[in-house]
C-alpha cells in the first residue's frame, strides 16, 4: 500500500518547505523507493497563471500543459516521478470541482459544507496519487501553520490519517529554531508553540525538521523532543546552507532522515545511492572557469521570478565545471542607460520569457548589443520574440517591426498572435500550454545540442512568429532551425554567422535538473566559457594598456 508523508511548514512563511520536501524526496528515491510529489495551496485563484510573478514568482508550467506552483519545479529537479495536474491543488481548484458538483445536483438535498465537502475533495485529491506504482506519496501543504486558510487541508490531512490508518502516514513539520544574538543563544519556544497549533487541531507531528542558522545541541534537542511529544531522532535540525541548495539533500542525509522514514514504515528498499549528487557537489566545489551571465528581464529585482532559469543556469555550470556569476538585469535601465552601460563585460545575454509592454525596449537593446558584439545570446519566449523584432528592424529593415501584443497597428508584425488564440476571452488557462514537439534541422546548433531529430518543449505564449515574413528573415541570414513537425510554427531561431546566437519559443528551464543540465544551456553557457576563455587568452598577451574591459560587478540570485 501506497504511504503518504504530508510536510507542513511553521512559525514563519518562506521557511524552504518546497525545497525540504523536494529532498525527502530525493533520498527516498535514493533509497530505491518510487515517490511522487505533490503540493496543495491555500489561495483562491485557481491556479498562479494569472498571478503577478510578484505575488508569486515564477508560473512553472508541466508537460500536460497545467500551469502550477514554482515548488513543483524543485520536485521535478531533484526527483523523477511524474507531475500532472493532480500534483497541485488550490483552495481555488477544490473549491471549483465542488461548486461544479453542486451545480449538476450531485449533493441533491444536502447543504454543501467545508466538512465533509471541501475536505473530502481533499482528500480524494490526495488519493489520486497513489496507485501500484507509487510506494511514497510527499504532499506538502502551502501556508503557515495558523493561517485561517490553510484549516481545510489540514483537518483533511488529519482525517486521512484515520482513514488510511497511522502506519501509513507520517507527518513533518518544518519549523524555525532562531537564534538570539543578544541571547547568545537559541529559541526553542516558537517550534513548541507551533506544534501546540498542530496538536489543537489534532494532528501530532511524528518528525520536526528546525532550519535553524546556528548549530542546535543534543540538550536542545532533547528538550524539544520532549515538549513536543516527538522521538528524538526525528528531531533534525536544518542549518542555512550559504553554499548551495544542493546541500540539503546531503544534511538531511547526514541527521538520518531517510533511516528514520523507512523504519516509520517498515520499509527496507536499498542502502543510500547518491553518486551523481556527490559528483555534483564535486563539480560546485571546484570550477574550473568562471564566467558572468546577465539576464535581462522585467522582475529581475523579484529572486524568483526567473527561478529555473537562474537554476538552469547552475545545472549547465555544474555541467562544465563552472562558477557563472548571474547578473539580475532590469530591462527598463537599459533604455535609460543604453546597452554599453549595462553590459559590457558580460559573457553571455540571456532574455527570458514575460507578459506586457514595460522593458520590451531594454529588451530589443540587449539583443542588438549581443548580436553586433558576438556575445552569446539565448532569448527564450518573449526573449525569442524580442529577438526576431530586433532582426527584424536593424537587419531585414523593417524599421517599425513589432509584435502586435504591444503594437496592435504595427505596420510590420514579425510576431502576431497563434490563430488558436484568436476566440480566447478567458484568461485562466487559456494560453498554448505544455509539452510540443519540435522537428530539428540538421546542422544547426540546435540539433548539434540536442543530438537529436525531434524534441519536446513546454510552451506557455498566445504569440508566434509570423510566417509571411519566414523568407525575408532567411535571406538576411536566420535560420529557422526548430519547427512545429507540421512546419507551421516556428520553434527555434538562430545566426549560423553568430559564435552563438540561439533563442526558442519554447521553456527550456522547464526540462533542466542538476544531475543532467537542458542541452541549450549547457550549450549556451559552453559559447560563454568559449568567449571568457578567448578574452583571458587575449588578456595575457596584450600589454596592460590594450586589456580588455574587465568582468563587471554582478548580484548572484
Ligand atoms: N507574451 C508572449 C506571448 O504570449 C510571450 C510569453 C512568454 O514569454 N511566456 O506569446
Sequence with gaps: MTKHIFVTGGVVSSIGKGLTSASIGMLLEARGLRVRMQKLDPYINVDPGTMSPYQHGEVYVLDDGSETDLDLGHYER????????????????????????????????????????????????????????????????????????????????????????????????????????????????????????????????????????????????????????????????????????????????????????????????????LDAWDNLMFALRNPKHEISIAVVGKYAEHKDAYKSIYESLDHAGIHHQAQIRIARIQSADIEEEGPERILAGYDGILIPGGFGERGVEGKVQAIRYAREREIPFFGICLGMQCAAIEFGRNVVGLERAHSTEFDKDTPSPVICLLDEQKQVTNMGGTMRLGAQPCSLQPDSIASKAYQENTVSERHRHRYEFNNVYRSQFEAHGMQFSGLSPDGGLVEILELPSHPFFLAVQFHPEFKSKPTKCHPLFGAFVGAAIQRRTGRNQRNASAKPSESTTNPPPVITP
Design 78 to 273: 531533484f526527483t523523477s516521478g511524474k507531475l500532472t495536474r493532480d500534483s497541485n491543488y488550490t483552495t481555488g481548484q477544490i473549491y471549483l470541482r465542488v461548486i461544479e458538483k453542486e451545480r449538476r445536483g450531485q449533493f441533491l438535498g444536502k447543504t454543501v459544507q467545508v466538512i465533509p465537502h471541501i475536505t473530502n475533495e481533499i482528500k480524494e485529491a490526495i488519493h489520486r496519487m497513489a496507485d501500484s506504482d507509487t510506494d511514497i506519496v510527499i504532499t506538502e501543504i502551502g501556508g503557515t501553520v495558523g493561517d485561517i486558510e490553510s484549516l481545510p487541508f489540514l483537518e483533511a490531512i488529519r482525517q486521512f490519517r484515520q482513514d488510511v490508518g497511522r502506519d501509513n502516514c507520517l507527518f513533518i513539520h518544518l519549523t524555525l529554531v532562531p537564534y538570539l544574538k543578544t541571547a547568545a543563544e537559541i529559541k526553542t519556544k516558537p517550534t513548541q508553540h507551533s506544534v501546540g497549533l498542530l496538536r489543537q487541531i489534532g494532528i501530532q507531528p511524528d518528525m520536526l525538521i528546525c532550519r535553524c542558522e546556528q548549530h542546535i545541541s543534543r540538550e536542545e534537542r532533547e528538550k524539544i523532543a520532549l515538549f513536543c511529544n516527538v522521538d528524538l531522532e526525528a528531531v533534525i535540525e536544518e542549518i542555512d546552507k550559504d553554499f548551495s541548495i544542493y546541500e540539503v539533500p546531503l544534511s538531511l542525509r547526514d541527521h538520518k532522515l531517510d533511516e528514520f522514514v523507512m523504519k516509520r514504515f517498515h520499509l527496507t528498499g536499498q542502502p543510500l545511492k
